[in-house]
């Protein structure tokens, strides 16, 4: 896939979230997960081949800390 064309979605493991991650997927998009369920998160990163899935809080800058290292420059 194309590095240039990646994507970040968070909520990503239900609803809106999945369904734009699903979208994004399907148009080439390197995808890169974020949700605070694990469980739900791991099914869809394996469905949408994602490079990206870590679990966590929006709320929580720990948390966010974390995406940003794993992710870099989106």
Do not use: K, Y
Request: proline content about 1%; cysteine-free.
């Amino acid at each position: 896939m194309d590095e240039s064309r990646s994507a970040l979605v968070t909520g990503a493991a239900s609803g809106i979230g999945l369904a734009l991650s699903t979208l994004l997927s399907e148009r080439g998009h390197l995808m890169r997960l974020f949700d605070l369920d694990g469980d739900a998160l791991a099914v869809a990163a394996t469905q949408l081949d994602a490079e990206i899935a870590v679990t966590g809080n929006v709320a929580d800058p720990a948390a966010m800390q974390a995406l940003a290292d794993r992710v870099g420059a989106v």
